[in-house]
């Protein structure tokens, strides 16, 4: 698992060093079939941050969920292909920094592949 303690500075346009990370890990395995579990903080609740996951997941033919957690956090998984993934990650910053949302990645594991899965959901 990698986790970043430190926020990124630059405001709402970037990025954390986790997700940097995750993005390089990611961009080597292009079209790859991968299964990530990640932890979002940030302005990602009361905002349809899971509703916009999974209408970008269903654009993209990635599977998984996301769920509010608590402390205000979003844990999800997701899977598909490694650049289908990039891409989401992208499209989510690009549609929360149109209105000032701060979304942060603090966390990624690369997990197991289910190949039941079907669907991206949200979990409450």
Known sequence: MYSSEGKS?????SISACERQLIGELESRHAKHVRLALMFSGRVQGVGFRWTNQSLAHERGLVGWAQNLPDGRVSMEIEGRADRI????????????????????????????DDQATNFDIRF
């Open 9 to 13: 500075g630059g405001g709402a346009a």
């Open 86 to 113: 990039v891409d989401h990650l992208s499209a989510l910053h690009a549609g929360y920094r149109h209105f000032g949302a701060r979304v942060h990645l603090d966390s990624y594991e690369w997990l197991r592949t």
